[in-house]
Nanobody, 124 residues
Framework: QVQLVESGGGLQQVGGSLRLSCVASGVTFSTYAMGWFRQAPGKEREFVAA????????LYSDSVKARFIISRDNAKRTVYLQMNSLKPDDTAVYYCAATNYRFGLAVFSNYDKWGQGTQVTVSS
């Protein structure tokens, strides 16, 4: 059974940092590209960042570029999202997701495995 479990969310002040983790089980982790998406109240789920299956390629939304860093450790079956210089607009539930696709990693519908999400709240 495939399971993606996020952790590391919480309350942080503007300008602070958080690191999210997502541990995978039930899949051959190293063969999947991984992505992070987020959903704020009343808004659609949006792409945040993605990383290819061996970590050679990363992709970011314009809203987080230069502030967030996605990385992965295939030996630990874990993908990370380091979030720096947090803003109130970063407040959302953050989801990790897995896909067999090699392209289109920013596309929501290309992911078929999802975690349950972790709440990130940035206070001003």
């Amino acid at each position: 059974q495939v399971q993606l479990v996020e952790s590391g969310g919480g309350l942080q002040q503007v300008g602070g940092s958080l690191r999210l983790s997502c541990v995978a089980s039930g899949v051959t982790f190293s063969t999947y590209a991984m992505g992070w998406f987020r959903q704020a109240p009343g808004k659609e789920r949006e792409f945040v960042a993605a990383i290819s299956w061996i970590g050679a390629t990363t992709l970011y939304s314009d809203s987080v570029k230069a502030r967030f860093i996605i990385s992965r450790d295939n030996a630990k079956r874990t993908v990370y999202l380091q979030m720096n210089s947090l803003k109130p607009d970063d407040t959302a539930v953050y989801y990790c997701a897995a896909t067999n696709y090699r392209f289109g990693l920013a596309v929501f519908s290309n992911y078929d495995k999802w975690g349950q999400g972790t709440q990130v709240t940035v206070s001003s």
